[in-house]
């Protein structure tokens, strides 16, 4: 395998409420064996967050990631002609590559809303309920030719008490 890239982060804090973070990673790795692109390496990969804290008892946040698309499992299984003589061709990559996708997430905290210690928070994933693919893993998911659906918009609800 042979990877160059670069990353970077900005960090900005406007206000003692408002925080603000952007990270960036371009990236190419090659599997020089076969001469292509390596499994499951995406090119560019993004983060996001937006941090509001206006009170001591109020947090909401906003993050998201872009992930470039990514090839699947390669197949490195030599391909034999009837005749039992090598073809100089490989099995091959197991299914499509996936498209590129983001995802965003939110998150709502508030604490001391009965005594002080007790704290409700709802936290959302994939807010805009993105259809995304993971690239398929392995010959035994061949049946997965567009990757691995990802999961939808999902809730979780916690209420608890800080001791």
Known sequence: METYGAEATIYFRPSQSLTLELSGVYQKTRDLH??????????????????????????????GRYIGAMEPYYDPTPIY????????????????TVD????????????????????????VTNLLDTEYY?????????????????????????MGYHF
């Open 81 to 96: 002609s009837d005749d039992g003589e090598f073809t100089g061709d490989y099995t091959g990559r197991t299914s499509e």
């Open 34 to 63: 076969f001469d292509i692109d390596a499994s499951y390496s995406p090119g560019m990969l993004a983060y996001f967050k937006a941090v509001y804290h206006p009170s001591r008892n109020f947090t909401f946040s906003v993050s």
């Open 134 to 158: 993971y690239p398929t893993l392995s010959i035994n998911n061949a049946w997965a030719d567009r990757g691995t659906l990802g999961n939808g918009r999902r809730y979780m609800l916690t």
């Open 100 to 123: 590129p996708y983001l995802n965003i997430d939110a998150n709502i905290s508030v604490s001391n809303i009965v005594t002080d210690g007790t704290f409700l928070n709802l936290h």
